[in-house]
Nanobody, 125 residues
Framework: QVHLVESGGGLVQPGGSLRLSCTAPGVALTKYAVGWFRRAPGKDREDVSCFGGSRDGSIYYSDSAKGRFTISRDNAKNTVYLQMDSVKPEDTAVYYC?????????????????WGQGTQVTVSS
């Protein structure tokens, strides 16, 4: 069992920045393909950005995230980040990190067995 913990959400003004963090106490995230998803009010969960498998090295970004968001990881801190820049009101959502034990990732949602509780991001002036 993998317990994922997200942090870093909050209220940010349009055009601002926010960095979300995802960690897994006691579990090496390097063993998993990790990704970020979100659910906006009244909408289905959607992908945001995901790492591919450890042998793949690729990264997926949704069209809405391309050019504004950056996924990264610090293995020494066992943390995966989502840097959100130039945020828009439509980025308002609960953001979740998820881990794929089969190391496929790339936001194929059925691959992700473990999910965090989510962190709220609100973009508003």
């Amino acid at each position: 069992q993998v317990h994922l913990v997200e942090s870093g959400g909050g209220l940010v003004q349009p055009g601002g920045s926010l960095r979300l963090s995802c960690t897994a106490p006691g579990v090496a995230l390097t063993k998993y393909a990790v990704g970020w998803f979100r659910r906006a009010p009244g909408k289905d969960r959607e992908d945001v950005s995901c790492f591919g498998g450890s042998r793949d090295g690729s990264i997926y970004y949704s069209d809405s995230a391309k050019g504004r968001f950056t996924i990264s990881r610090d293995n020494a801190k066992n943390t995966v980040y989502l840097q959100m820049d130039s945020v828009k009101p439509e980025d308002t959502a609960v953001y979740y990190c998820a881990a794929d034990p089969d190391d496929v990732g790339l936001c194929f949602i059925s691959e992700y067995d473990y999910w965090g509780q989510g962190t709220q991001v609100t973009v508003s002036s």
